[in-house]
């Protein structure tokens, strides 16, 4: 429980609600997001929320059973911003009238102008006479509610920014947390200042709370903590380290699917510069042993997840009197989200991740990082004093270079990825990309091809190099080199890295493909 001013976001199934919450939390303020359904009068209550945003949504008021918060939320006393359908929301509980898109559905940019008198929440907010604002809705407001005034107006929605400033209750149609409505952060700054938040959300906050959180957690117990070398387990690990010290034990399983210099990286900055007591597993041999003739994408997964568990456990179980298991879950892993199909979606990987780890060992969770987004989690990382470069890396799926190395793995092949993915990162870094890209990687194929080298015949493998762009991993981009860049790299990699002749740029994007090869 934080000791902040708190925000609550009713979440109606946007698209886009998690960006509302970075908008704010950009402005130092706390929020949380939560399912309309979950948001009943006694949820309220022990939530206390100091303002409420009601998010968009694709549903429509005249559906049955269409989401509606409680009433209740309208008598709180505290500031209401409704948003897209948390405007048509408002109108429909408050006394307005909506009516259903024929004709006036807006999708994509519009223009909104200014209308009737000032109004706390747009101070400073139109450029000029007009502003740009992004809209996407189908139905509209056709009369706004007892109490409400106009305050903007665009061509397709009359009533594009109401409010009733006695109750301090406001309604856009437009989604303010998009890009595309390019002041749009402006006028949450309003929102949370006429609401009186203090905006003291900071990293040097978070971090003295979560230590104390921990402690009185934990106690003087013992906690494990699965370390993997990326980002968001090793800013756990140090968080907990301040919290109760040696307490902590990390366990690294390293499967020898790790890239070059990985392992060792580790081991240092964590056992010899942060002194944590860290179990380091070296089990390449039991890894690559399960997985010799294995080329199945599914049934290697599966194999590193089940071996995973099984020394993660072994190794955990040495450390007597262990209560808790530390994870780097995230809040975007948190977040319950609306879903109005209902239906199972499909496997296209199964991911290695510990989820079912710790009913298994009877052990209870620490998660410090629940409440962080993946940037929070970079800032706490610098807060706390870890390099640079390591909170800048790139994301490494916890399956490593298997999935990297379609086709049967062998030792063979990972040594000859590992050089080239270490040239290819090595010109990224050169060239100063490597903070433009998400994900930057070589996949080694299982392919041979003829080649020619001085005056000899080679017959060796063929690489692709995949980097791509990309906020959150679910959708990406090929990132454009330029064919200087391609050529250069090639060169390098077919000089550099024996057992490699030919070399290829992935541009595909996401979907239809994935980040990874397998
Ligand atoms: P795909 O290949 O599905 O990857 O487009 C999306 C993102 O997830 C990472 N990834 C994983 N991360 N365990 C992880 O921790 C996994 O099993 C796994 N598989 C893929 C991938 O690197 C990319 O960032």
């Given amino acids: 429980m934080t000791h902040h001013d708190r925000l609550l976001i009713i979440d109606f199934g946007s698209q886009v609600t998690q960006l509302i919450a970075r908008r704010l939390r950009e402005l130092r303020v706390y929020c949380e997001i939560h399912p309309y359904q979950k948001v009943t009068d006694a949820f309220l209550r022990d939530f206390a929320p100091k303002a409420v945003i009601l998010s968009g949504g694709p549903a429509s008021v005249f559906n049955d059973g269409a989401p509606m918060p409680p009433a209740s939320v309208f008598t709180l006393g505290v500031p209401i911003l409704g948003i897209c359908y948390g405007q048509q929301v408002m109108m429909h509980i408050l006394g307005g009238r909506v009516e259903r898109g024929h004709g006036t559905a807006e999708f994509g940019r519009a223009y909104v102008t200014p209308a009737g008198g000032a109004l706390d929440l747009l101070d400073g907010w139109f450029n000029a006479d007009r502003e740009q604002v992004w809209m996407s809705h189908g139905d509209h407001v056709s009369a706004i509610a007892p109490g409400f005034a106009v305050y903007g107006t665009s061509p397709n929605a009359p009533f594009a920014i109401t409010a009733?400033?006695?109750?301090?209750?406001?309604?856009?149609?437009?989604?303010?947390?998009?890009?595309?409505?390019?002041?749009?952060?402006?006028?949450?700054?309003?929102?949370?200042?006429?609401?009186?938040?203090?905006?003291?959300?900071?990293?040097?906050a978070y971090r003295a709370e979560a230590i104390a959180k921990i402690r009185a957690q934990v106690g003087d117990k013992k906690v494990i903590c699965?370390?993997?070398?990326?980002?968001?387990?090793?800013?756990?690990?140090?968080?907990?380290?301040?919290?109760?010290?040696?307490?902590?034990?990390?366990?690294?399983?390293?499967?020898?699917?790790?890239?070059?210099?990985?392992?060792?990286?580790?081991?240092?900055?964590?056992?010899?510069?942060?002194?944590?007591?860290?179990?380091?597993?070296?089990?390449?041999?039991?890894?690559?042993?399960?997985?010799?003739?294995?080329?199945?994408?599914?049934?290697?997964?599966?194999?590193?997840?089940?071996?995973?568990?099984?020394?993660?456990?072994?190794?955990?179980?040495?450390?007597?009197?262990?209560e808790f298991l530390a994870q780097g879950t995230l809040y975007p892993d948190v977040i319950e989200s609306v879903s109005f199909s209902g239906g199972p979606s499909v496997t296209i990987k199964s991911h290695h991740n510990v989820g079912g780890l710790p009913e298994k060992m009877g052990l209870k969770l620490v998660e410090p990082l629940r409440e962080l987004f993946k940037d929070e989690v970079r800032a706490l990382g610098r807060e706390l004093g870890l390099p640079a470069s390591f909170i800048g890396r790139h994301p490494f799926p916890g399956p490593g270079l298997a999935i990297r190395c379609p086709g049967e793995i062998t030792r063979e092949k990972l040594a000859i990825l590992r050089q080239a993915d270490a040239v290819f990162i090595d010109q990224i870094r050169r060239h100063g990309l490597y903070d433009d890209i998400w994900q930057a990687f070589v996949a080694i194929l299982p392919v041979r091809t003829v080649g020619v080298m001085g005056d000899g015949r080679t017959y060796d493998f063929a690489c692709a190099l995949r980097a791509v762009t990309s906020v959150d991993g679910m959708t990406a981009d090929y990132y454009p080199f330029s064919h200087e860049f391609l050529g250069e790299t090639a060169t390098r990699i077919i000089n550099e890295v024996p057992g490699i002749n030919r070399v290829t740029y992935d541009i595909t994007s996401k979907p239809p493909g994935t980040i990874e090869w397998e």
């Fill in 164 to 204: 009733d400033p006695a109750r301090r209750f406001y309604a856009v149609q437009f989604h303010p947390e998009v890009h595309h409505t390019p002041k749009g952060a402006q006028l949450y700054a309003n929102f949370i200042r006429l609401a009186g938040f203090k905006g003291d959300w900071t990293m040097g």
């Fill in 226 to 322: 699965g370390l993997s070398g990326g980002v968001d387990s090793s800013v756990a690990a140090v968080l907990i380290h301040e919290a109760i010290g040696d307490n902590l034990t990390c366990v690294f399983v390293d499967h020898g699917l790790l890239r070059q210099g990985e392992a060792d990286e580790v081991v240092t900055m964590f056992r010899d510069h942060y002194n944590i007591p860290l179990i380091h597993a070296q089990e390449a041999d039991l890894f690559l042993g399960a997985l010799d003739g294995v080329s199945d994408p599914e049934f290697k997964r599966k194999t590193i997840g089940r071996l995973f568990i099984d020394v993660f456990q072994r190794e955990a179980s040495q450390i007597e009197g262990a």
